[in-house]
């Protein structure tokens, strides 16, 4: 029987840490990608996870005016598909 947990948690082990890793890279891109947006946002030092996605949204919905990049709408899009795809695999 202890073998048997050893063994499932070794496996769950495995494959969520590429998991993790693809939305660990996934944010990192985000950050990068819509660098300039946070900037013009006044956004400050904040990444994904601290609040740069809510405070780039945020600044759009009071400035109509305001456009998000395709590189950075992209960076998003699969951001929230990594996150969805992790959620799906528990």
Do not use: W
């Not at 400035?63 to 992209?74: G, L, R, T, V």
């Amino acid at each position: 029987m202890k073998l048997l947990t050893v063994l499932i948690l070794s496996l769950t082990a495995l494959f969520t840490i590429p998991a993790k890793a693809n939305v660990t890279a996934q944010k990192q891109s985000v950050d990068n990608a819509c660098y300039q947006e946070a900037r013009y946002a006044n956004c400050g030092d904040k990444r994904v996870g601290t609040g740069l996605i809510k405070c780039i949204h945020n600044y759009k919905s009071v400035n109509k005016a305001f456009q998000i990049s395709e590189p950075c709408k992209a960076a998003l899009s699969a951001l929230t598909y990594e996150r969805k795809a992790q959620q799906r695999k528990y």
